[in-house]
């Protein structure tokens, strides 16, 4: 954990400032690197979706140390020993999936935080220099640690109220392609209606004090989400941007770069009955 970072972080969210960062799913920790180079404030390395392992979630983690990027480690589901072992491994934070009450929020905060606080056990591992910072570390932690739930049902949506009272949050993200299809647009990014349905989460979430994140589509949703008032801002993903990046040159070069679903060989047809 990098206490300096998370605290430069909070002092640029205090004042105002958009903070800027990238949701990683690929192995290689040169994208991490990438990143810290850059100057991004913030990435999450997504350990829900995809296949990452947890020697690979090390490696971004080791990626970034000693620097001003923050790493946060989204976590499969709200569980104390997921939680417990990104924190272990020295990520500065959890994004926690799929939260739908302030009693799950408490939960992840417990779960994330050291006895009397919490209920996280203490560890011999990279967070508390393996035995020879207990002490530091445990102070440092239950005082810094971030806790990021992402509200992605409508049913969350409906209780934001009572989410940013938990104590121990104070940013919270969106999740628009989950909520659509709780919303019933399962498959769209922001079903009808949705967007301003988010909008008006965000406000709930800017009028307490706290802190809305969510991640851009491209270039000029960025730009549009940074005008809303969005202060947590993805750029993207990494396979969003090498994915786009592919297609606008195979485009320019008169090719097609349609992606099917279907991990048949191009042309092969649906199969003989």
Sequence with gaps: ????????????LA????????????????????????GLEWVVIDAEHGHLDW?????????????????????????????????DIGADGVVVPWIRSAAEVRRAVEFARYPPEGVRGIGAERATAW???????????NRDILVVPIIETVEAGRSVAQLCQVPGVEILFLGPADYSSTAGYAGQWEGPGVAAELLKIKDQIRSVGKHCGIAATGKEDLLRRRDQGFTVLGLGSDTGFLLRALSGALEALGRESRIEPDLSPPGSGPPNP
């Excluded at 954990?1 to 640029?12: D, G, S, T």
């Excluded at 903070?19 to 799913?25: A, D, F, N, P, S």
């Excluded at 035995?131 to 932690?141: I, S, T």
């Design 1 to 12: 954990m990098k206490a300096p970072a998370i605290k430069k972080l909070r002092r640029k």
């Design 15 to 38: 004042a105002n400032q958009p903070v800027y960062g990238l949701w990683i799913t690929l192995e290689s920790p040169s994208i991490t690197e990438m990143a810290v180079a850059l």
């Design 55 to 87: 020697k690979e979630i090390l490696e971004h983690v080791r990626a970034a140390v000693r620097s001003d990027t923050v790493v946060l480690v989204r976590v499969a589901e709200l569980g104390s020993g997921l939680i417990k072992r990104a924190l």
């Design 131 to 141: 035995g020879r910072c207990m002490a530091q570390h445990v102070e440092e932690a």
